[in-house]
Each structure stands twice: as C-alpha cells, then as structure tokens.
Antibody, heavy 121, light 106 residues
Framework: EVQLLESGGDLVQPGGSLRLSCAAS????????MSWVRQAPGKGLEWVSA????????YYGESVKGRFTISRDNSKNTLYLQMNSLRAEDTAVYYC??????????????WGQGTLVTVSS | QSVLTQPPSASGTPGQRVTISCSGS????????VNWYQQLPGTAPKLLIY???QRPSGVPDRFSGSKSGTSASLAISGLQSEDEADYYC???????FGGGTHLTVL
C-alpha cells in the first residue's frame, strides 16, 4: 500500500524558513517523480514543485520560484521542500504527491494527508 | 484566479447524471491531457480520471471523462450521496488546476 507521510508544517513568521519532509513507502521510491501541491484554506489546489526520479531535474511554480527548493534522498525514501522567505500567502496545507506517467503525460496517482504551514506574525 | 475554469458549484439528485466542465486554452488543455481529482470533505485529493478518459482501478465506471479542443468534462452517472465532494481538473502534467467544483447531492 502506497503511503506518503508529510511532516514539518508549523506556524512561522513572515520572512522565515521551514523544511517539509515526506516519507514514502509501499512503492519503489527511486522509480518515480514526486511533487508538492498546496491548498490555501478554503481554496483550490496549486502546484508548487516537482522533481524527477533521480533528483537531477526540478521544476517550480512561478509563485515560489527562487524561494522554495525541492529535493529528495532516495536512500531514505524521503522527499523534501525547503521554504525560505515565507509570505502570508504561502499559508496552506502542503501535499506530497507521487507522479506517474501514461504515454507521454503525467498525473498524480497518490497524495499524502497534508501538513499545514501557517505564515503569520 | 485559477488557470483552468470550472463552475464553482453543481448539483443533482440521486440517480441523476451530472457533468462538470473545465475550460482552458491552447497552451494547457489544447495541447495536453486532462486529469480529474475528487476531494471529499477534510481529506486529500484522490485520482479519478487520468489522460482525459482513463479510470484507475477501483474507480467506479459511473465516472467518465472526455476532452475536446480546449475544454474537458467529467460526467458522473447514477449519482450517489457519497459523490458529494469537490472536483478538480488539472492539465499540463498537473502543473495547472481548475478552481474546483463543489458537487451537492440533493
């Protein structure tokens, strides 16, 4: 059974930093691309970042580019999101997600339960 | 403001067929496949349809998807009370999402 367990969410002041982690199990982590998707309170889903299976290719949404860094440790089956220069608008539940490919297109086949990040003074 | 446009709400009675639309542009839906996600209250999203019309194992065949040009649709037939949820479309390898449609089963 695929499991994605996020941790690291917290209350942080504007301008602060936070690192989220996602422990993966139930599948061969090294074979799959992963992503982070967030959801502000009462709002819709927003893609944040993605990383390929080997960790060498990373991608970011415009709203977080230059402030967030995605990485992975395949020896620990863990995905990370380093968040710097946090703003109030970064307040959201952050979901860790497993990506799969069908033909030449990608989709998200599993989601974690999410971890809440609150940016406020 | 979401990149893909969905109606904020939809409704139907048990047993009815409902459709949810998702509108985009040539740069997203027009040149990429569409995926659909269901989010039950207080839970994480769940994959419902991928690559326009493919159903993952375990998803009932009451759910179907289609795409034409720069728009896509999710159809739910034989509506059930447990289908009450938020539904999101996504495209461009899930880098753009719709704003979500809240489905109410009356």
């Amino acid at each position: 059974e695929v499991q994605l367990l996020e941790s690291g969410g917290d209350l942080v002041q504007p301008g602060g930093s936070l690192r989220l982690s996602c422990a993966a199990s139930g599948f061969t982590f090294t074979n799959y691309a992963m992503s982070w998707v967030r959801q502000a309170p009462g709002k819709g889903l927003e893609w944040v970042s993605a990383i390929n299976d080997g960790g060498g290719d990373t991608y970011y949404g415009e709203s977080v580019k230059g402030r967030f860094t995605i990485s992975r440790d395949n020896s620990k089956n863990t995905l990370y999101l380093q968040m710097n220069s946090l703003r109030a608008e970064d307040t959201a539940v952050y979901y860790c997600a497993k990506r799969s490919q069908y033909r030449s297109s990608w989709y998200t086949d599993y989601w974690g339960q999410g971890t809440l990040v609150t940016v406020s003074s | 403001q979401s990149v893909l446009t969905q109606p904020p709400s939809a409704s139907g009675t048990p047993g009815q067929r409902v459709t949810i639309s998702c509108s985009g542009s040539s740069s997203n839906i027009g040149s990429n496949t569409v995926n659909w996600y269901q989010q039950l209250p207080g839970t994480a999203p769940k994959l419902l349809i991928y690559s326009n019309n493919q159903r993952p194992s375990g998803v009932p065949d009451r759910f179907s998807g289609s795409k034409s040009g720069t728009s896509a649709s999710l159809a739910i037939s034989g509506l059930q009370s447990e289908d009450e949820a938020d539904y999101y479309c996504a495209s461009w390898d899930d880098t753009v999402f719709g704003g979500g449609t809240h489905l109410t089963v009356l």
